[in-house]
């Protein structure tokens, strides 16, 4: 009975330890869609936020990347809109998320391994928001993105 119970054991610390190294590899698991979400250099962006399958992220940051919200809702992308570049450029695509806990909004980078059909119907959503919400983007400053031409050249290059 001792020997099995030992082997158990064992069989726990391996558990955890692959549990562990999964951490350490980089990740997280989606809240949303429960998708395990990688983090690693090919999504060209150092502090991936969202699950790149569904594309919901969770209120975390204060402000960016310092993981100091107390909030933990989670964050629905509602939109996209243009970085401001300045010098009149057009600047680089990017996700507007609200979050289902508090309305906070916040504007994330798109990381190069998003699913595109998602970031599609996002825009696609975006253009149907009820007057409430296009109002408080207003309030924030954000401009959501109504230039199909746009997002099919900044996804695609064409
Ligand atoms: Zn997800
Ligand atoms: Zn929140």
Known sequence: MKHYHDNFRYEQKQKNRSR???????GFRC?????WVVINHLMGTANRN????CLWSKHVDEKKGDRRAECRGGMRPIGLT?????YGRVGELMLVHECCGCGKLSINRIARD????????IFEQSRVLNSQMQGTLQ???IDLLDDADEVQRQLFGV
């Open 20 to 26: 562990g190294s999964e951490q350490k590899s980089g």
């Open 31 to 35: 809240a949303h869609c429960r998708q």
């Open 50 to 53: 969202h699950c790149n399958v």
């Open 82 to 86: 243009l970085k401001h570049d300045g």
């Open 114 to 121: 998003d699913f595109e059909t998602r970031i599609l119907e």
């Open 139 to 141: 309030h924030e400053d």
